[in-house]
């Protein structure tokens, strides 16, 4: 096969690995977040609490990084502060604005949530070896996007 085909093929098939393996890590993290107590949150909360930490955000600044309405991101918030992940303080530089941040639950539900994406990624070193791996993540990094990371809805 020639180099030409070889990229065909390998274009054809990227997708489909990377889409399956990241509904992999976003299976095993809500799995293992809710093993470690916290079974009341959703993958989307993950992506919410990724913008909020580690300085907190505005209502607004969280749905331009979800991509949602500030309805929806204030519909959110108020879910998260309900079960005691959030709260709003007043925003140091914008008497008008509110600044949601993580309280200690939320923290505990990041560290959880660490925590089950190193015990999903571990089969994957181990499959590759810490050789290959490490050089693939640094590769990833270097072609994926800068700006917020978000699910598509």
């Known amino acids: 096969m020639d180099s030409t085909a ?12 990377l889409l399956a393996l990241s509904g992999e890590l976003v299976a095993g993290i809500q799995a293992g977040v809710e093993a470690r107590g916290f ?5 989307a ?9 580690p300085d907190g955000a505005t209502v ?4 331009e990084h979800l991509g949602v309405t500030k309805q929806a991101a204030s519909q959110l918030v108020e879910e998260l502060v309900r079960k005691g992940y959030v709260e ?15 309280t200690e639950r939320g ?6 949530a660490d925590a ?6 571990a089969p994957w070193i181990d499959t590759l070896g810490a050789a290959r791996f490490h050089p693939l993540v640094a590769d990833l ?13």
């Open 141 to 153: 990094a270097r072609l994926s996007p800068r700006g917020p990371v978000r699910p598509t809805w």
């Open 60 to 63: 607004g600044e969280l749905a």
């Open 107 to 112: 923290w505990a539900c990041t560290r959880a």
């Open 45 to 53: 909360h993950g992506f919410a609490f990724a913008r909020l930490a």
């Open 6 to 17: 070889d990229s065909t093929a390998d274009a054809r098939a990227l997708p489909a690995l």
């Open 39 to 43: 079974a009341d949150i959703r993958p």
């Open 88 to 102: 709003r303080h007043p925003h140091p530089d914008d008497a008008r604005a509110r600044l949601v941040v993580l």
């Open 116 to 121: 089950a994406a190193a015990d999903t990624i």
